[in-house]
């Protein structure tokens, strides 16, 4: 706007202050005028309405209309309190009643008068409709529940049953070559796979062994074993079993071995690793869109999302571990052959108790060891460990 600086275009007339108005119900900006009446304790605002049209279809001028806000009912628009128009400062307002609406003054003696008289210019407007917000919080609380332990489980059982080998073995791999850089010591270096001749052709015999013994195809399982201290092992999406050198070393024969991977081969065979790898895809989605980018979100969501796989992942171990209890007896190793090793880790690490028990992605080892010995009690016919002594010997090498 260019302004002749001889004239105050917001200056008072006759008909009161002139200012801006947003009625709240349109973003137009109306010309208006502004008074206070003495001794009432509101402020009058008059504008000219829109124009319309009458009942012959003529298009007519708008009416005046008038509002009146109560002083008390008076606020500072939040952040706008303290703009300035040129070298003078100009106030923004609204109504607790109409809180949409703006009215933008100019005139620095109406301003003036404004903040003398409205006692509650940067009072909080109160809450209104706490059980309308309440019940909205609720809701949305209750469609995200819905969707990460209803809808997201659903989706991805489907989606793990449907999804082509070779995808699942390229998600498999690639996930794979990630363990192997996460866990490498150099930053060049992935871990290092563990090939020995002797221990490899002892690993093939005992995969053979078993998955001859499942209901799985040969080619379904690919067994490797990593060069780490770790004792673990685990199954990844396109039936790739990965077990640590740790755990062989922890192993007291190779019975306890074959029980683990006879767990992980009940993983491949129910696509656990898919399913979980979906599931924890799309929760991780929908959380973060819920929590947003703000400070200490992220550790929120990763806590939250780690929670709600853990307790998948709680209930297929479960399933896992029976599906090793059925499996074993078929290649002449007892059920309860999954129990010395828990023990052993249970008496060198202990067991995950309270908080610690809910995050865990196993099942208590004391209720596993409970259930190994629970299986192998029908379990009475002879046995013979899975591989002989010098193969044995030779898969304990496997790194070397």
Known sequence: MTMNPQVNPW????EGVRCEFVDGKTAKCHDAYVTMPPGEGVLEVRY???????????????????VSWPLSQLRHVEGQHKL???????????TVMSPTARLYVRDGVLLSEIKAAAPNLTRRAPVTGKGRIAGLITGAVAS?????FVLIPAIADQLAMRLPVEGERALGDKTYERIRESFSQNDYIPIRECTNDAGFEALTQMQEALIGASDLAPEAVRLTVLDFDMVNAFALPGGRIVVMRGLIDEAGGPDEVAAVIAHEIGHVAHRDPTRHALRGVGTFGVLS?????FAGGTVVLLGVNQLVNAQYSQEAESAADAYA???????GVSPGALAPLFERLKEKYGDSEGLASHLASHP???DRV??????????????QPILSEAAWSDLRAICD
Not at 11 to 14: G, L, N, R, V, Y
Not at 84 to 94: E, H, I, L, P
Not at 371 to 383: E, I, S
């Open 325 to 331: 209890h059925a499996l074993l007896p078929k290649v």
């Open 11 to 14: 200056a008072a007339t006759p």
């Open 364 to 366: 208590k080892l004391g």
């Open 144 to 148: 995200v529940l819905l969707i990460v």
């Open 289 to 293: 869109l819920v929590f947003g980018d």
């Open 370 to 383: 409970d259930r190994a010995h629970a299986a192998a009690v029908g379990f009475d016919q002879d046995t």
């Open 84 to 94: 300035r128009w040129g070298k003078v400062s100009m106030g923004v307002f609204t």
């Open 48 to 66: 000219l309405g829109e124009p319309r049209e009458d009942i012959w279809g003529k298009v007519v001028s708008g009416e005046t209309l008038c």
